[in-house]
């Protein structure tokens, strides 16, 4: 029934992103996109692919730290697969980074690292990559509003993204705050069952940040470098596009992707492409322009995401239709 159930909201899931998209093509002609997509080469967009496999490297070597500070060693090789895979899931469902975080715990249980461990190593490693995320956003999107401060809609994107960092600290204060006696009462709610869940899950990794200063620091450091890689792809292709932009363009262009993929729609069908077409519109670029950027990181993002899938198959990490030692899962653990 489960399952039946996750089907149907992936199913409902994808029709809202085709009407989404059909939307966007509706407002912008497919002439003006299909023009400014003849300009890349295959040799670009390959070098492209090729960007994107080299930075995930740097995912692999943030799970590695993570995973020696709890006395667990992973080969690198795995840890690479693993993160691809993760990286598939979380793409092809409606649940995003959920799914792949899911994942990511499952294929390390299968290397002997127990769940407890495997949870902290996906939350340390969302927990630094959405600081520097947000944090990259909330500088890029203020410096922006500081030269054109008469623009009210990025006036409300910034304070979007303030509350997006609210919202994290407070549920950060909020677990730690809640009392482990509620374990030893006869009924307990619903609020208070996910309350102590959210405690013990900042409990699991807590002592990472308080123990471990230096693999923080490694940490923050390994995912600003990757940030810094996912707005050189960008910078790329809007070069390869023609046009030359700064460094606050890709850092815009890339806080719209992030609100984008925080919507429930599979892959952000349709609402990427809205919200390429508006950053670049906000820049002073064609809307065309914003969604054959959108289009061509999409067609990155599925080759990516299938050699993902198909390098794990073939290398038996995991088998299909994705079955590890007894557990069955396919974009939604059962």
Known sequence: MVRKGGAFISFVSFLLGIVFLFIVFSVINPGEIIASLRKITVGQFMALVALRLLLWTLGAIKWRIILEFYQYSVSFWKLYLFKLASFAVEYFTQVTVVGGQVTGVVLLRGERVPTRVGVAVMVVDSVTTS???????????????????????????????????????????????????????????????????????????????????????????????????????????????????????????ETGYTFAFLTPISQALGTAEAAGAYTLSLLGYSAALGVGLTLILRVRHLLVGFLGIGVLIVYGVVKFPFKTKGERYFFMVK
């Open 131 to 253: 600081f520097v995320t947000m944090t990259v956003s909330f500088v890029a999107t203020t410096a922006f509003l500081l030269t054109r401060f008469s623009n009210g809609p990025v006036t409300t994107l910034v304070l979007l993204t303030f509350l997006i960092l609210l919202l994290f600290l407070l549920a950060f204060l909020f677990a730690l705050r809640i009392e482990p006696s509620i374990k030893e009462k006869k009924k307990v709610s619903f609020w208070e069952r996910t309350a102590l869940a959210l405690r013990d899950l900042v409990l699991a990794f807590s002592d990472f940040f308080k123990n471990n200063k230096r693999g923080v620091g490694v940490l923050l450091a390994v995912s600003l470098l990757g940030h810094a890689g996912v707005l050189l792809e960008i910078f790329l292709i809007l070069l390869f596009l023609g046009n030359v932009v700064g460094i606050l363009e890709p850092a815009i262009i």
